[in-house]
């Protein structure tokens, strides 16, 4: 799982690590989405409602949500939220940003 959660992770080589790597490049921009939208919504969202919101199949946004997880960018709340089969989701926030110099600062 080289690079995961900045690039898509995968449980073993074959068609799982192929299919990591065939959407590498649309992953990093849907996750970029996902994170804008979640951040949108102080209530926050569940990782269905973020399909739905940017007309997304469920199989593309889940694996992005549990990348911004891993990262820290976002985090769970104690909310639920029903999904599309009407069982119980988490609901999430983004994170507040790591104490410390911005990227501006550090390029400096």
Request: proline fraction near 8%; charged fraction near 25%.
């Amino acid at each position: 799982m080289s690079g995961y959660p900045d690039s898509p992770g995968y449980k073993s080589v074959g068609p799982s690590s192929d299919a990591a790597r065939a959407i590498a490049g649309t992953a990093k921009t849907l996750r970029a989405k996902v994170l804008r939208t979640i951040a949108a919504a102080p209530a926050g969202l569940s990782a269905d409602a973020v399909a739905e919101l940017l007309k997304e199949s469920i199989l593309s946004v889940r694996p992005r949500v549990s990348e911004l997880h891993r990262s820290g960018e976002i985090k769970k709340t104690d909310g639920r939220a029903k999904n599309a089969s009407g069982l119980s989701a988490t609901v999430w926030v983004a994170s507040p940003p790591l104490p410390g110099p911005s990227a501006a600062e550090i390029e400096r």
